[in-house]
């Protein structure tokens, strides 16, 4: 699975969008891309995934440039309850043997 | 839906006892996963179960851990004999695969002490 490149921490504003980069240059044609975020204490929550298209659910919205090699989760709305760390994760579509495997992620902190 | 279910939330034991945790995956769902989280190590994939069957168990630490799942709705993770450093929070996860996409969902945890 190809590897993914995060910040280590960002800061965002409270009501502001929130606005995380990730490259995953050595991605390859079948390859997904996931974001989780894990709320301290807790599992990790899905939050979305694509693979070519941009794409947008109740939670965030997903860019993906055209060549593939980065992405860009964004929360519209950030709240205190976004503090969390985000995963961006790259895998291999193949179904049930599909497994993630997770990086470092970043440190989303939402202030007040 | 109930999500994963994972017992117990918390155990604290010592040195050399056998420590049992379980899962209970999602209904429905086909794979169930494994993994370890800790400050040093991040969250590592222990293993993995594809329709109750092993598929990749490389992330296992060593013979003092096992895993089996004996039907599509429970799985259990054994360490025998569990030291300090298997102090972690160990979540089981599961899902079902729909064409090329396999979301995963995960439980809450199992916090693990070893003194």
């Known amino acids: 699975d190809a590897k993914t490149t995060q910040p280590t921490s960002m800061d965002c504003a409270e009501g502001r969008a929130a606005n995380l980069p990730c490259n995953h240059s050595?991605?390859?044609?079948?390859?997904?891309v996931y974001w989780y975020r894990q709320i301290h204490s807790q599992g990790p929550q899905y939050i979305i995934h694509?693979?070519?298209?941009?794409e947008t659910n109740e939670m965030a919205s997903l860019i993906i440039t055209e060549d593939r090699k980065s992405s860009t989760l964004i929360l519209p709305h950030a709240t205190l309850r976004d503090t969390a760390v985000y995963y961006c994760i790259v895998s291999w579509g193949g179904g049930a043997t599909n497994k993630l495997i997770f990086g470092t992620g970043t440190l989303l902190a939402v202030q007040p | 839906d109930a999500g994963v279910i994972q017992s117990p939330r918390h155990e604290v034991t010592e040195m050399g006892q056998e420590v049992t945790l379980r899962c209970k995956p999602i209904?429905?769902?086909?794979?169930l996963f494994w993994y370890r989280q800790t400050m040093m190590r991040g969250l590592e994939l222990l293993i993995y179960f594809n329709n109750n069957v092993p598929i990749d168990d490389s992330g296992m630490p060593e013979d003092r851990f096992s895993a089996k799942m004996p039907n599509a709705s429970f799985s259990t993770l054994k360490i025998q004999p569990s030291e300090p450093r298997d102090s972690a929070v160990y979540f089981c996860?599961?899902?079902?695969?729909?064409?090329?996409?396999?979301?995963?969902?995960f439980g809450e945890g199992s916090w693990l002490t070893v003194v």
């Open positions: 209904s429905g769902h086909n794979s």
């Open positions: 050595t991605i390859s044609g079948n390859e997904y």
């Open positions: 694509g693979l070519k298209n941009n």
């Open positions: 996860a599961s899902s079902r695969a729909r064409g090329l996409v396999n979301t995963i969902y």
